[in-house]
């Protein structure tokens, strides 16, 4: 397992951008595959991108394709999620998770971060 921490979330306007970042300690960050995952106030945890762990396939929710976008650089074992045309149901507590897949339920990961929040304003 790796240890996760997520930074850069925030306050941000709707249609506003946002980058996030997922940084990764231990040396083998770069065999897993990397997800990215929201829950919002009473709301099921939901998937929202995945990126496997050569950075060349990549994974959307329907609700963020298009907006959002995944890469990593394992050089500094970080992944990111870049986030524009933000809107406010995209607000909620933001998680990576790294793992040998990255099934859309969470579901048997090994790894997660504790998260952060990103709350868009109207």
């Known amino acids: 397992q790796v240890q996760l921490v997520e930074s850069g979330g925030g306050l941000v306007q709707a249609g506003g951008s946002l980058r996030l970042s997922c940084k990764a300690s231990?040396?083998?960050?770069?065999?897993?595959?990397v997800g990215w995952f929201r829950q919002a106030p009473g709301k099921e945890r939901e998937f929202v991108a995945a990126?496997?762990?050569?950075?060349?396939?990549?994974d959307y929710a329907g609700s963020v394709k298009g907006r959002f976008t995944i890469s990593r650089d394992n050089a500094k074992n970080t992944v990111y999620l870049q986030m524009n045309s933000r809107k406010p149901e995209d607000t909620a507590h933001y998680y990576c998770?790294?793992?040998?897949?990255?099934?859309?339920?969470?579901?048997?990961?090994?790894?997660w971060g504790q998260g952060t929040q990103v709350t868009v304003s109207p």
């Open positions: 998770a790294a793992g040998p897949a990255i099934p859309h339920t969470g579901l048997g990961i090994g790894s």
């Open positions: 231990g040396r083998t960050f770069s065999s897993y595959s």
């Open positions: 990126i496997t762990l050569s950075g060349l396939s990549t």
